[in-house]
């Protein structure tokens, strides 16, 4: 396959000035994200569910790479060399079919089997290009490039809208939106890159392969070779929607309404408690039987508080603090303090 420095430098100067851009803000998300990082939890229903479609995706995209699902390739099906005439190749392709008839797709490729140029097309673009391409020449073989293009960028097309919908806000929520301008950017650059491997593919390379061994099938290695990217774009885009919706990586922190609405829920839960501890408090202050069993709790309490105090033990132990451990006058400044933060009126209070 002819591909070089310009190529790459071609496909640089094209998807650079996009992709770069996206580069450095995932470097920033990366960066930024170990200072929002918590402590790890399961995967929620809506990443769960994404996560299970892109698993089925991927397997669909690895299944298709397998030989048997490939289209037949007449040159290895017959071990037929590059040069071979062409009533010697649709012969021996005869023989493999049922009653040894050629069907209508082997008939329209053997028609389009003119010369070697169609040959090389066909090693480049594949059968369905070369025989069912209605307006198609061998003296015009981006025709026939053309005519394939469609079914080069269909799969990425596929894969786009699948990403786009497990990507979306109303699918996968807030840990989901955020990967979707990305996801839709790798898809379309790899879709680009795809067509211009393709396009800019020496097909005429093949023209010296004088055995079987030295041929090169691009067309179903490209094939295999792209169902490989998608699925390794997909599982690339898994992996994101996994660590960020797990919060292992890529944490976004809360957003000011999200911090607003959490404070106000436990101010909410903070007043609600209060109003009951007010609540229970005004009932036993009213309750005659409860309030006397309040009273007695208390002088009690104060009871076993002073006979405690005047055991001998606990007198000089206080004494020890007082004296050695215990800054008397920082606890009664740091008790000012906080008396008079809890009494100071709010500013712009009426005094």
């Known amino acids: 396959m002819a591909f070089g420095w310009s190529e790459i430098r071609s496909l640089l100067l094209v998807f650079g000035p996009i992709l770069l ?17 918590g402590e790890p939890i399961p995967p ?17 995209y690895l299944v298709k790479t397998l030989p048997p699902l490939a289209p037949e390739n007449l040159f290895t099906l017959t071990q037929s060399r590059l040069q071979i005439p062409v009533d010697v190749l649709f012969n021996r392709l005869s023989s493999l079919r049922p009653e040894s008839a050629l069907n209508a797709a082997d008939e329209r490729l053997r028609a389009r089997f003119v010369n070697l140029e169609s040959r090389l097309l066909y090693l480049q673009l594949g059968p369905a290009a070369l025989a069912d391409c209605p307006f198609c020449k061998s003296e015009d073989p981006k025709s026939y490039f053309y005519y394939a293009l469609p079914a080069i960028i269909l799969p990425h097309l596929v894969n786009l809208i699948a990403l786009a919908a497990v990507t979306s806000s ?28 393709v396009g800019q593919y020496d097909y005429s390379a093949n023209a010296a392969a004088l055995r079987l061994q030295d041929m090169d099938f691009f067309y179903w290695r490209a094939r295999a070779l792209r169902y490989i990217a998608l ?27 999200e911090r607003i609405e959490a404070s106000n829920r436990v101010l909410t839960t903070v ?10 408090k005004n009932t036993s202050m009213r309750d005659e039987e409860l309030r006397a069993r309040s009273q007695a709790y ?7 508080v002073r006979e405690a105090m005047e055991e001998r033990e606990v007198v000089e132990s206080v004494n020890d603090a007082l004296e050695n451990r215990i800054n008397i006058q920082q606890v009664t400044s740091d008790a000012e303090n906080y008396t008079e933060g809890v009494f100071r009126q709010p500013e712009g209070t009426a005094q």
């Open 231 to 257: 699925a390794a774009l997909d599982v690339g885009i898994g992996a994101l929607l996994f660590l960020s919706g797990t919060r292992r990586a890529f944490v976004l922190p809360p957003s000011e309404a």
């Open 44 to 60: 929620p229903p809506r990443i769960a569910r994404a996560l299970a479609i892109l698993t089925i995706i991927v397997i669909v």
């Open 170 to 197: 109303t699918f996968t929520g807030r840990d989901g939106a955020r990967w979707r301008s990305h996801a839709t950017m790798a898809a379309a650059a790899l879709a680009a890159a795809d067509a211009v491997l």
């Open 21 to 37: 851009p996206k580069a450095v803000s995932a470097y920033k998300s990366i960066r930024n994200a170990s200072q929002h990082s």
């Open 271 to 280: 007043k609600s408690k209060l109003n009951a501890l007010g609540i229970v």
């Open 298 to 304: 208390w002088l009690r309490e104060g009871q076993m």
